[in-house]
DNA sequence: CCATTATGTGAGCAATTACTCTCGTTGGAT
DNA sequence: ATCCAACGAGAGTAATTGCTCACATAATGG
């Protein structure tokens, strides 16, 4: 029998190696040559796999998109956790300065690979996925401001990370300048009314 | 002689209407499908023309995104160009939020296609193109800035723009509530510093 | 040692794509 | 009527891509 022998399951210990190199690889093929250069022969050359390997852990290219996009968002998380922690006891404006330059400083690093992960995120349709609320980057900015008195906080957080992603994202190709500045600005605005 | 009888060309009238027809196949391919979905056979059949056809009007495939890029950002310039005369004798606030409704409105038609030509204008790299800064919507608002008296108009401008497209992209897909007004808040913030 | 399983490999296939080239059609001038 | 240049059509081609599969190698257990 076991005509059907119970495909795939590399699982355990080599498996995270050889994933995290796959999607670093996926990282910087993005970074460097944009979507069109994302296909899975390159993404497993530049990780130093055979695409079978890949394919072992991953069941398509789609796949590795969303496992990067999980990963960094993930990163972005944690690092958003402990500034808000970091920035409790500070009074608004200066917390937000503290915020803004860690959005600021997590999207210089690889600046066209945030842009776009957030297409394709929009495309897999994963929005909601990890989302316990406490752990999505909204969730948090909306418990922030709901305990500093901010109104419609969870409104407001959405239009806050847009903003300072919009403004980031625009300004890096141009005037990154002073760019913390100019979005505590807009942020500082916006929770003023 | 005449060896070589001088390809292409077609020129003239018909070939306004088979470009338009194109161009404008092009727009709802890439809004309903998406980048992967935007192909040459595809754009071709939309419009109703042969893939020859298509290739008499245009180089290649890029050239058919650089020339919708191109159309779309003249139609919103020229919006805007009438906008700022109807404002010029408003009030600051009354007058951003009618720049800022034109803007809503105008992603509001198209919610995907404004961010992927954005993305592939970077690309193609053909940011400043058309550039007569009077007719660049950052130029123009530049202008309006400063005769309104704006410090560094032209680095408000930009930051402005990023702004109003970061909030409006996200927004669409969430609480597209009040969209303009939240907007507003943050751009006059961001004015009155 | 061998047998059995887990893991890795990469040539190759099927599908898709951008683009070309040959040929048919049209429409106007002679 | 005849010709000719402009225009359109769409089958075909070469290249690329996502992915499979038959096989090599490494680990594990007896």
């Known amino acids: ?13 080599r498996s995270a190696a ?10 910087q093929v993005l970074e460097a040559g944009g979507l069109s250069a994302f296909n899975t022969n390159a993404v497993a050359a530049r990780a130093g796999v055979s695409i079978g390997s890949l394919y072992q852990y991953f069941p398509g290219k789609d796949a590795v998109m969303a496992a990067l996009i999980r990963l960094e968002a993930a990163r972005f998380e944690a690092e958003l956790a402990t500034a808000l922690e970091a920035t409790a006891s500070l009074p608004l404006p200066q917390a937000v300065e503290r915020l803004v330059a860690l959005a ?42 709901a305990g500093r ?4 906080p969870q409104i407001a957080a959405g239009d806050l990370q847009n903003l300072v992603r919009g403004m980031i994202d625009g300004a890096l190709h141009a005037e990154p300048n002073d760019l913390t500045r100019r979005i505590v600005r807009a942020a500082m605005g916006y929770l003023r009314g």
């Open 149 to 152: 008195g901010v109104r419609d």
């Open 1 to 13: 029998m076991n005509a059907i022998t119970l495909r795939k399951r590399p699982s355990q210990q």
């Open 104 to 145: 600021v400083a997590s999207q210089t690093a690889r600046p066209n690979l945030a842009r776009i992960l957030d297409l394709e995120e929009r495309r897999l349709g994963l929005e909601i996925e990890v989302t316990q609320r406490s752990q999505t980057t909204v969730g948090q900015l909306t418990q922030f401001l």
């Open 18 to 27: 050889t994933m995290a190199a796959v999607l670093e690889a996926a990282a």
